[in-house]
């Protein structure tokens, strides 16, 4: 198993910006972010894998992206230009070889004026 530490969250107005910071106590993960709006599901926001390649959802491509420092095992979601829709618990999970091996502690994201 693997600790996840996320930190970032808060209120911001919409079309502002935060940013997501999930530690690991390991390395040469997939790590995906999700998140969890009140009275919905859980939803994948972003990916990375361990070669770098990413993905995000179509709701926030081109505002959304993924990051990682590998010398910090450190992942990130930028997060810009953000909505109202995107307020919700915000998720760092990690697998290694398909497998889940943790999930953070959830960090709440409010936008909102």
């Known amino acids: 198993q693997v600790q996840l530490v996320e930190s970032g969250g808060g209120l911001v107005q919409p079309g502002g910006s935060l940013r997501l910071s999930c530690a690991a106590s390991?390395?040469?993960?997939?790590i995906n972010w999700y998140r969890q709006a009140p009275g919905k599901q859980r939803e994948l926001v972003a990916s990375?894998?361990?070669?770098?390649?990413?993905s995000t959802i179509s709701s926030v491509k081109g505002r959304f992206t993924i990051s990682r420092d590998n010398a910090k095992n450190t992942w990130y979601l930028q997060m810009n230009s953000l909505k109202s829709e995107d307020t919700a618990v915000y998720y760092c999970?990690?697998?290694?070889?398909?497998?889940?091996?943790?999930w953070g502690q959830g960090t709440q994201v409010n936008v909102s004026s």
């Open positions: 390991g390395s040469d993960l997939t």
């Open positions: 990375i894998a361990r070669d770098g390649s990413t």
């Open positions: 999970n990690a697998k290694f070889r398909g497998r889940d091996v943790g």
